[in-house]
């Protein structure tokens, strides 16, 4: 789901000076290592910035008008995300000062990551407690871990995904054969969308070289404006904000994802939690997702102003903000809800495995809507479903 800096995918909403933080970096075999064993990576490159000497809003006092009323069994929850529009809920949320409220004395401390294989390793290195993530990585994380690592706890964004090509060289669907089309990561969540598609065409394409009768080109989402501006690739099947950015260039959209998909939905990011903070700290995860569904709730009222919040992060984080031609397209195709649209996490699985990206995983028990469902109980919002995968 996919950041980057000339392009951010995404979150960060307001930090005083922040240390830097070392990179993560992977070598490529290593990738292709994870790939084997699981296969499903994120669609950025390796890093993250941390804010381990603050919490993103000073927390108010326990007990105040702005607060929790009682004080929760945790002083600090650390949390960890995407500056990537699809990560909209925790930019508006923390930028907003709507989870510090939910957690009263409880100080967050805040993580930015440009990818999910980073964000994993963070949470089970106990870096961080929860995180908003895509769900190749949660399926990644969970699966190597033989399900003993994080639980899926809560939806966040569905849509945002587009392949756009270049209108001289593609004019239809039909027109992909011989063609290059990018996505962000070999075995990210974009470019088994793709693999997939093109295979329910009738196309065949080597899964891990990426050749055949339409070239899958693996290509970092920071690189790709570059790549189809020198015409070495002829499209792309990329999230947003690089789709919107790829038309300005001249791109069109041939296909938006989401007109593939029942209901068209699909999970782009979801919310993840450690299952030792989960079991530790139950309140306070309700007092994440109180402040989750809140924020969403804000966002669904007030897009104009969610939408310019979110840039605004954008800006503190990466240090430009997306100008509207990119940023207008980009937020107004993403969807923020708190259903984690478990089936579609599922297929996403399956569509992996039928790819040869990845052996079947056991999924059950990757969810716990538990807590969640008790917060919009609480709301008088009706309960999400983990589509069989739940903690039983």
């Given at each position: 789901?996919?950041?980057?800096?000339?392009?951010?995918?995404?979150?960060?909403?307001?930090?005083?000076?922040?240390?830097?933080?070392?990179?993560?970096?992977?070598?490529?075999?290593?990738?292709?290592?994870?790939?084997?064993?699981?296969?499903?990576?994120?669609?950025?490159?390796?890093?993250?910035?941390?804010?381990?000497?603050?919490?993103?809003?000073?927390?108010?006092?326990?007990?105040?008008?702005?607060?929790?009323?009682?004080?929760?069994?945790?002083?600090?929850?650390?949390?960890?995300?995407?500056?990537?529009?699809?990560?909209?809920?925790?930019?508006?949320?923390?930028?907003?000062?709507?989870?510090?409220?939910?957690?009263?004395?409880?100080?967050?401390?805040?993580?930015?990551?440009?990818?999910?294989?980073?964000?994993?390793?963070?949470?089970?290195?106990?870096?961080?407690?929860?995180?908003?993530?895509?769900?190749?990585?949660?399926?990644?994380?969970?699966?190597?871990?033989?399900?003993?690592?994080?639980?899926?706890?809560?939806?966040?964004?569905?849509?945002?995904?587009?392949?756009?090509?270049?209108?001289?060289?593609?004019?239809?669907?039909?027109?992909?054969?011989?063609?290059?089309?990018?996505t962000p990561q070999l075995g990210n969540t974009q470019d088994v969308a793709l693999l997939n598609y093109l295979?329910?065409?009738?196309?065949?394409?080597?899964?891990?070289?990426?050749?055949?009768?339409?070239?899958?080109?693996?290509?970092?989402?920071?690189?790709?404006?570059?790549?189809?501006?020198?015409?070495?690739?002829?499209?792309?099947?990329?999230?947003?904000?690089?789709?919107?950015?790829?038309?300005?260039?001249?791109?069109?959209?041939?296909?938006?994802?989401?007109?593939?998909?029942?209901?068209?939905?699909?999970?782009?990011?979801?919310?993840?939690?450690?299952?030792?903070?989960?079991?530790?700290h139950a309140d306070v995860v309700e007092a994440v997702l109180r402040g989750s569904v809140t924020t969403n709730?804000?966002?669904?009222?007030?897009?104009?102003?969610?939408?310019?919040?979110?840039?605004?992060?954008?800006?503190?984080?990466?240090?430009?903000?997306?100008?509207?031609?990119?940023?207008?397209?980009?937020?107004?195709?993403?969807?923020?809800?708190?259903?984690?649209?478990?089936?579609?996490?599922?297929?996403?699985?399956?569509?992996?495995?039928?790819?040869?990206?990845?052996?079947?995983?056991?999924?059950?028990?990757?969810?716990?809507?538990?807590?969640?469902?008790?917060?919009?109980?609480?709301?008088?919002?009706?309960?999400?479903?983990?589509?069989?995968?739940?903690?039983?």
């Open positions: 789901m996919a950041p980057n800096q000339t392009l951010p995918h995404g979150p960060n909403p307001h930090t005083p000076a922040r240390p830097a933080a070392g990179r993560i970096r992977r070598s490529a075999a290593a990738a292709i290592a994870g790939l084997t064993a699981v296969a499903l990576l994120s669609a950025c490159g390796y890093g993250s910035k941390s804010d381990d000497d603050k919490p993103k809003n000073p927390a108010p006092a326990a007990g105040s008008a702005s607060g929790s009323a009682a004080k929760l069994s945790a002083d600090t929850v650390k949390i960890g995300y995407f500056a990537n529009l699809t990560h909209g809920t925790p930019l508006v949320g923390l930028q907003e000062g709507i989870l510090q409220k939910e957690l009263g004395a409880t100080q967050i401390k805040t993580q930015v990551f440009n990818a999910g294989p980073a964000e994993i390793e963070a949470l089970n290195a106990g870096s961080i407690d929860i995180g908003w993530i895509g769900p190749s990585p949660a399926i990644n994380g969970y699966t190597k871990s033989e399900g003993k690592s994080l639980k899926i706890i809560g939806g966040s964004a569905s849509g945002g995904v587009k392949l756009v090509v270049n209108p001289d060289k593609i004019a239809t669907l039909d027109d992909l054969k011989g063609k290059k089309i990018a295979a329910g065409k009738g196309y065949k394409v080597d899964a891990q070289s990426g050749a055949g009768d339409v070239s899958v080109v693996r290509s970092d989402n920071k690189v790709t404006p570059d790549a189809y501006k020198q015409g070495s690739i002829d499209g792309a099947w990329v999230p947003e904000p690089t789709a919107s950015k790829l038309v300005t260039l001249g791109a069109k959209v041939l296909l938006n994802e989401k007109d593939i998909w029942p209901n068209k939905q699909f999970v782009i990011t979801n919310i993840i939690v450690s299952q030792k903070f989960l079991a530790e709730a804000f966002i669904k009222a007030n897009p104009d102003k969610a939408k310019a919040i979110a840039n605004e992060a954008i800006k503190k984080e990466a240090g430009n903000a997306l100008e509207p031609a990119i940023l207008d397209p980009a937020w107004a195709d993403i969807e923020f809800l708190d259903d984690p649209l478990a089936s579609t996490l599922q297929t996403e699985a399956d569509n992996a495995v039928t790819a040869g990206l990845l052996k079947k995983p056991n999924l059950a028990g990757i969810y716990d809507l538990t807590p969640l469902n008790k917060v919009l109980k609480e709301k008088g919002q009706s309960p999400v479903a983990d589509a069989g995968l739940g903690t039983k």
